[in-house]
């Protein structure tokens, strides 16, 4: 282990942290797994958590009409008004692939 590794590292960017609503998602997700095991070992609970998300999935948001704005994966929080209309179909980001060390032909 070096001297370096002994350290948390500095950071003095902002670019990658996650926005507040992709950190609420994934709070949210963490609880929903548990929940939703345990809800799945009975008929009553499993009923009541499927209602409570069928529920929350046709509630209308405010700024984005009837839900045909949903957004997947991360908004960086530099992005003006992230909640706005525009940003409303944001889906997965795109892959790049990386190179990589070079093959020999």
Not at 46 to 58: G, N
Not at 86 to 105: C, E, M, T
């Amino acid at each position: 282990m070096g001297a370096k590794s002994a350290f948390p590292l500095k950071r003095k960017s902002t670019m990658y942290d996650y926005s507040e609503s992709l950190q609420r998602h994934r709070e949210l997700r963490n609880i929903s797994h548990v929940a939703a095991f345990v809800a799945s070992r009975s008929l009553e609970p499993y009923e009541r958590l499927k209602h409570v998300l069928q529920d929350e999935a046709a509630m209308n948001l405010p700024n984005e009409g009837d839900n045909r704005g949903m957004r997947y994966g991360p908004v960086l929080p530099q992005a003006p008004d992230v909640d706005s209309v525009a940003f409303s179909n944001v889906l997965d980001p795109l892959h790049v692939p990386g190179r990589g060390a070079r093959r020999k032909i």
